[in-house]
Antibody, heavy 117, light 109 residues
Framework: EVQLVQSGAEVKKPGESLKISCKGS????????IGWVRQMPGKGLEWMGI????????RYSPSFQGQVTISADKSISTAYLQWSSLKASDTAMYYC??????????WGQGTLVTVSS | EIVLTQSPATLSLSPGERATLSCRAS??????LAWYQQKPGQAPRLLIY???NRATGIPARFSGSGSGTDFTLTISSLEPEDFAVYYC???????????FGPGTKVDIK
């Protein structure tokens, strides 16, 4: 069974750093692109970026380029999304997703990040 | 950046009725379009990929059509569990990017 299991909810202060994770299982982790999608409270879906764990090729949405870093450790089948300095506007649910053809066929359960002073 | 526009923003229908949702791209995305369903408190679920292919486990009442810039998701006969928000999403090779539409909410009339 394919699963993407994300790390737990986080509460952080503005200016702090954060790295959240997404562990894939039940399939060849290095053979599928893994992406990250943001959903701010009560809003729609926004694609942040995507990584191919096989060779770490990474693409970012222009809206998120320079704001976050996406990485992967294929030895433990885990992808990461990190911030060096959080803002209140980073408060959102973050989903990791597996790319399949034109869509994303598996979604993690989501990681809620709350940034508040 | 390729922009996706979904219409209508809200669709009010009764169970058993047919739902027709539209997604329009600002430039051609060929058939690289997917549709998702999201219910409150849940992650989205892939319904359709490559414009017209149903994802695994998706009921046959869901169908997708279109190519280029105009796409449609049709729910042939609404079940109570189909009332949700629906998003379209494109994947383009050039520019290499992925974008989501703003969503259509299907609610009970």
């Amino acid at each position: 069974e394919v699963q993407l299991v994300q790390s737990g909810a986080e509460v952080k202060k503005p200016g702090e750093s954060l790295k959240i994770s997404c562990k894939g299982s039940g399939y060849s982790f290095t053979s599928y692109w893994i992406g990250w999608v943001r959903q701010m409270p009560g809003k729609g879906l926004e694609w942040m970026g995507i990584i191919y764990p096989g060779d770490s090729d990474t693409r970012y949405s222009p809206s998120f380029q320079g704001q976050v870093t996406i990485s992967a450790d294929k030895s433990i089948s885990t992808a990461y999304l990190q911030w060096s300095s959080l803002k209140a506007s980073d408060t959102a649910m973050y989903y990791c997703v597996r790319r399949y053809n034109s869509g994303f066929d598996y979604w993690g359960q989501g990681t809620l990040v709350t940034v508040s002073s | 950046e390729i922009v996706l526009t979904q219409s209508p923003a809200t669709l009010s229908l009764s169970p058993g009725e047919r739902a027709t949702l539209s997604c329009r791209a600002s430039q051609s995305v060929s058939s690289y379009l997917a549709w998702y369903q999201q219910k409150p408190g849940q992650a989205p679920r892939l319904l359709i990929y490559d414009a017209s292919n149903r994802a695994t486990g998706i009921p046959a009442r869901f169908s997708g059509s279109g190519s280029g810039t105009d796409f449609t998701l049709t729910i042939s006969s609404l079940e109570p569990e189909d009332f949700a928000v629906y998003y379209c999403q494109q994947r383009s090779n050039w520019p290499p990017e992925i974008t989501f539409g703003p969503g259509t909410k299907v609610d009970i009339k």
